[in-house]
């Protein structure tokens, strides 16, 4: 179950990507500042559903080394591809996204 809530979630916000006609990646250039869907929660549901997944992957299976994984991926996503994400988005949308970083919580 919570491989597959953890892919959902991240599909969904994929797709709302697509919708509104956004970049979806990483290293482009933000095109919108969406605060759509879980986006109203959490800055990062793409991230986090896939991190749900993957420690749904590491239960399923049983062992401990999957959860190295699971860790090797919330590393890189808190300390490379966020901040990279971050620093785009404030430098494009300035105080509009100074405020929803005041609103919302990272949660990854």
Not at 19 to 41: D, Q, V
Not at 57 to 85: D, M, N
Request: aromatic share 12%.
């Amino acid at each position: 179950m919570l491989v597959l809530a953890g892919l959902a979630m991240a599909q969904w916000h994929a797709r709302l990507f697509k919708r509104i006609g956004t970049n979806i990646n990483t290293f482009g250039e933000p095109g919108t500042l969406t605060t759509a869907g879980l986006f109203a929660h959490t800055r990062n549901p793409m991230y986090l559903g896939m991190l749900l997944a993957l420690a749904g992957v590491a239960l399923a299976l049983g062992t401990l080394s999957p959860w190295l994984l699971v860790l090797q991926f919330f590393v890189l996503a808190q300390c490379w591809y966020i901040p990279l994400e971050e620093r785009k988005l404030a430098a494009r949308f300035g105080r509009q996204y100074a405020d929803y970083c005041r609103d919302v919580r990272r949660w990854i």
